[in-house]
């Protein structure tokens, strides 16, 4: 497995590397404190984007149908969503799920998913095509201990 190292300003980052076979790991940022694990309960928000480029409108679906303490608002007026999941218990897409894990509070993760990862040939209609490879950023936001 070949992989380059860069540190630049407090922020690391490993190119190439696969995190597990169908997971491509595209740019990261450390965070601080211990890193999540499988039993963790941890908050995290997500962008989700095509493999060319195009961002898929998750946050705003979702925010739709969700209770408002649940989604914030950034300072560009983007809304995030809030997920709250517990590792290893299938809350997530696999590919987020599988990425979240060794990710510490404040990280920062970007990687690409392979189709039998995320929505395989369904898609989500009008959202995202059957079998799309996936561009994710991953944002940890916060882990509680089990």
Same mark, same amino acid.
């Given at each position: 497995?070949?992989?380059?190292?860069?540190?630049?300003?407090?922020?690391?980052?490993?190119?190439?590397?696969?995190?597990?076979?169908?997971?491509?790991?595209?740019?990261?940022?450390?965070?601080?404190?211990?890193?999540?694990?499988?039993?963790?309960?941890?908050?995290?928000?997500?962008?989700?984007?095509?493999?060319?480029?195009?961002?898929?409108?998750?946050?705003?679906?979702?925010?739709?149908?969700?209770?408002?303490?649940?989604?914030?608002?950034?300072?560009?007026?983007?809304?995030? &969503?809030?997920?709250?999941?517990?590792?290893?218990?299938?809350?997530?897409?696999?590919? &987020?799920?599988?990425?979240?894990?060794?990710?510490?509070?404040?990280?920062?993760?970007?990687?690409?998913?392979?189709?039998?990862?995320?929505?395989?040939?369904?898609?989500?209609?009008?959202?995202?095509?059957?079998?799309?490879?996936?561009? &994710?950023?991953?944002?940890?936001?916060?882990?509680?201990?089990?």
């Amino acid at each position: 497995m070949s992989a380059t190292w860069l540190m630049e300003a407090g922020r690391r980052q490993l190119f190439g590397m696969r995190l597990r076979s169908g997971i491509k790991l595209l740019d990261e940022r450390e965070g601080s404190g211990e890193p999540a694990k499988t039993g963790d309960r941890i908050i995290y928000n997500l962008k989700i984007y095509l493999n060319k480029g195009e961002e898929v409108p998750i946050n705003e679906r979702q925010a739709e149908h969700l209770p408002e303490k649940m989604i914030r608002v950034g300072e560009d007026g983007h809304r995030w &969503v809030d997920h709250s999941i517990t590792l290893g218990q299938r809350q997530a897409m696999a590919g &987020v799920e599988y990425s979240l894990v060794g990710m510490k509070q404040g990280g920062y993760r970007k990687v690409r998913v392979s189709p039998h990862l995320a929505y395989r040939a369904t898609g989500i209609d009008g959202l995202i095509p059957p079998d799309a490879v996936l561009v &994710v950023e991953l944002w940890l936001r916060e882990l509680i201990r089990t």
